[in-house]
């Protein structure tokens, strides 16, 4: 039976140490917010899966879910104490929590308001909500274009997926381990070499945006340009924008959990974050909006909903530090910036198809500087307890430095690892990523899974060049579609 007891006001006790008192409000707070971050990680499966062509869309919203249950397993298994452990270096944690051993009742690293088990399943989820944003991007960076889904003028790319879902489960288990932990441990675990340093990172400004749009990167890089990329033939729509939107909801109404749950109790700071972050994002959303309107003088709700998600990520490593009048231009540069960012693949050549580098990459760069320039010693005093420098609004100038270091190691390390974790995938036999030319066509839902998101598949466009099959006609049902595959000679769609 775990050691603990009850005062009269109902906190729980521990009796070898009267300092330790843990307020029933406090834990709520934080299994709450738990549960918000939770519900970003389906959400963003739905936004991704909406940005898609129905042939791709299931693969989209599997791929979250997939993503969350093995990321659970490696949190459980070394994942918490190689970020987390007591004894961690200035890189990496040690294996004291192997397998949560010991992760209860005692007062947590993170915080001494909570215990650790409550600590550990809140920043699981920041583990999960990482790797989906690396993940996904895998499965998408070489699937339909959807650059215009950002940019609207923009409508190039093909209409594929270019990686194998099998392979992706191994991935993901390496890369949680040599990546995210190495990063979370030295940016919030008190030996972490950023920790001790003075960098300022409240919600995952490196660790979850930062590694994880940089990872994208690598991927895009790894996967090369799509099938039949930069051909005006291929433009196209998202398939169903409700789904963006829908994403966009869950992910922004995940966020104040997110944000606001990282104040590890129920406080003034708590309440401080949520407003932030609420105020970046409706900034954000507006500004990227504005900037595509003055192109296509349409209002494009698309748009918006990348803005706000650009707003949230800037203001996360900053929401428990800045106050609401910096909240305003978190969103506002985080919306121009992240904007103009998505055309850097041109520039550089790389095929970033959901712009997740110019949006959680540099949004988190955005969001990092900021904070070394906003940052407030009153406002993160808001808990009554934490006690910071500042930054430059507090003449603490040293602290843009700070932030710039943990910035540029979060860049170099995610993107040299994550490029060698790929490679080395690809010379194992049954781990290679990449899909042939006819998956790529048929699509992932068709090949890998054998489900589909709707009980039909828009093929038209991507079988007109294709192994000499006629178009089969539009909105035709599945068993439709078979006939007329077996009337072309080429057999049912299942057999290829």
């Not at 029933?24 to 549960?35: E, M, N, Q, R």
């Amino acid at each position: 039976m775990v050691n603990i007891t009850y005062d009269d006001s109902g906190s729980i006790k521990l009796p070898e140490d009267d300092t330790v008192v843990y307020s029933p409000g406090d834990i709520a707070w934080v299994l709450t917010s738990t549960a918000l971050v939770w519900m970003m990680i389906p959400g963003l499966g739905f936004f991704y899966s909406g940005l898609l062509r129905r042939k791709n869309a299931l693969t989209m919203i599997y791929l979250s879910m997939m993503t969350l249950a093995m990321v659970s397993f490696q949190w459980f298994f070394w994942g918490f104490s190689l970020t987390f452990s007591d004894g961690a270096s200035s890189f990496i944690g040690d294996l004291q929590h192997f397998g949560l051993k010991g992760v209860l009742e005692k007062p947590s690293i993170g915080s001494t308001k909570i215990p650790s088990i409550v600590f550990c399943v809140f920043q699981l989820m920041f583990a999960a909500i990482t790797y989906v944003l690396s993940y996904i991007q895998l499965k998408l960076s070489h699937a339909d274009d959807l650059a215009d889904i950002y940019r609207p003028m923009i409508a190039i790319g093909a209409f594929a997926e270019r990686a194998h879902l099998g392979p992706i489960i191994v991935f993901v288990f390496i890369w949680s381990t040599l990546v995210y932990d190495p990063i979370a441990c030295w940016t919030w675990n008190a030996n972490g070499w950023s920790f001790v340093l003075g960098g300022l990172d409240f919600a995952g400004g490196t660790p979850v945006h930062v590694s994880s749009g940089t990872a994208a990167l690598a991927i895009s890089i790894y996967l090369g340009k799509r099938r039949g990329y930069g051909t005006e033939a291929l433009a196209y729509k998202p398939h169903n924008t409700t789904y963006v939107v829908l994403g966009t909801v869950m992910l922004w109404f995940g966020w104040f959990g997110f944000n606001g749950g990282s104040a590890l109790a129920a406080n003034l700071r708590a309440a401080q974050a949520c407003i932030v972050t609420n105020l970046a994002a409706s900034v954000g959303g507006l500004t990227w909006m504005f900037w595509d309107f003055r192109i296509e003088r349409k209002w494009s709700a698309v748009g918006f909903c990348s803005g706000a998600i650009a707003g949230l990520v800037a203001i996360t490593p900053g929401s428990g530090y800045v106050g609401a009048p910096a909240a305003v231009l978190f969103g506002f540069l985080a919306g121009t910036l992240c904007n103009f960012a998505t055309q850097l693949k041109f520039l550089a050549g790389y095929d970033d198809a959901l712009d997740i580098f110019a949006s959680h990459a540099v949004g988190g760069i955005v969001g990092n500087l900021l904070t070394a320039l906003f940052a407030q010693h009153s406002v993160a005093g808001f808990d009554g307890f934490t006690d910071i420098p500042g930054g430059w609004l507090d003449h603490n100038y040293i602290q843009l430095g700070y932030q710039v270091a943990d910035s540029v190691a979060g860049v170099g390390y995610s993107f040299v690892v994550t490029t060698g974790i790929l490679w080395a995938m690809h010379y194992i036999p049954g781990l290679r990523l990449r899909v042939s030319e006819e998956t790529e066509i048929l699509g992932l839902d068709e090949v890998d899974m054998g489900e589909f998101a709707y009980d039909y598949v828009g093929m038209e466009p991507e079988l007109k060049p294709a192994a000499g099959f006629t178009s089969p006609e539009p909105g035709m049902q599945e068993r439709d579609l078979e006939q007329h595959y077996t009337a072309e000679g080429k057999g049912s769609r299942n057999s290829h």
